[in-house]
């Protein structure tokens, strides 16, 4: 089955510091869609960033940027200038690569980011 | 404006009994999901609909059923098949089409359901 791996279950950060969120993915598509969504303690989802796979250029959203290495099937994110409010679980996905399901969204089990001040 | 409506927000369901769970969006997204969340297992598929009047199984469908009679909605019912159903529950839709861009879920505000 396909899996997306988050490899650290809890991290923290200090205020204005930068922090990276690793993600690793498994999947037999040459077009695929990779996304971080961030998750506050109001339980409310929250898409932070999305990658398309065929383009090489790693997205960017404000504070928020991407590291995509495709051959490596990894697909980190930098938090940089990190605030209280960033303070959430944050979860990576990949589309499934699974015929009628590839809108399908498969997740990982999240990362729980800590900002101290 | 637009977006998923999930309710109620807090459920407590007795032990044999049914239970349904509401999900309506007016995003006009053809795709809707359930989601199952428990604490360190990230996020579970139990089913998806791309179409009105089909819907498949995930990885987690038993115990659980659902419709789509509607664009709108997709409510899910836990069963008293389903022995564990304490959990935190998201409703999502996309505009996914097959072969067209993927632009991700928008998700509900979610359902935490407690079996007393």
């Known amino acids: 089955a396909q899996t997306v791996t988050q490899s650290q279950p809890e991290m923290s950060v200090q205020e204005a510091e930068t922090v990276t969120l690793s993600c690793t993915y498994d999947?037999?598509?040459?077009?695929?869609?990779l996304f971080w969504y961030k998750q506050p303690p109001s339980r409310q989802m929250i898409l932070v960033i999305r990658?398309?796979?065929?383009?090489?250029q790693n997205a960017t959203e404000n504070r928020f940027s991407v590291n995509f290495q495709k051959a490596a099937k990894s697909f980190s994110l930098k938090i940089s200038d990190s605030q209280l409010g960033d303070t959430a679980m944050y979860f990576c996905?990949?589309?499934?690569?699974?015929?009628?399901?590839?809108?399908?969204?498969?997740f990982g089990k999240g990362t729980k980011l800590s900002v101290k001040p | 404006d637009g977006g998923i409506t999930q309710s109620p927000k807090y459920l407590f369901r007795k032990e044999g009994q049914n239970v349904t769970l509401s999900c309506e969006q007016n995003l006009n997204h053809d795709a809707m999901y359930w989601y199952r969340q428990d604490p360190g297992q990230g996020l579970r598929l139990i089913y998806y609909?791309?179409?009105?009047?089909?819907?498949q199984k995930g990885d987690i469908a038993e115990g659980y059923s659902v419709s789509r009679e509607k664009k709108e909605s997709f409510p899910l019912t836990v069963t008293s098949a389903q022995k564990n159903p304490t959990a935190f529950y998201l409703c999502a839709s996309s505009i996914f089409r097959s072969g067209g861009e993927n632009y991700g879920y928008t998700f509900g505000s979610g359902t935490r359901l407690t079996v007393v």
């Open positions: 996905a990949s589309t499934d690569s699974y015929g009628g399901s590839q809108g399908n969204l498969i």
């Open positions: 609909s791309q179409i009105v009047n089909d819907f």
């Open positions: 990658q398309e796979a065929y383009k090489q």
């Open positions: 999947t037999s598509e040459n077009n695929y869609y």
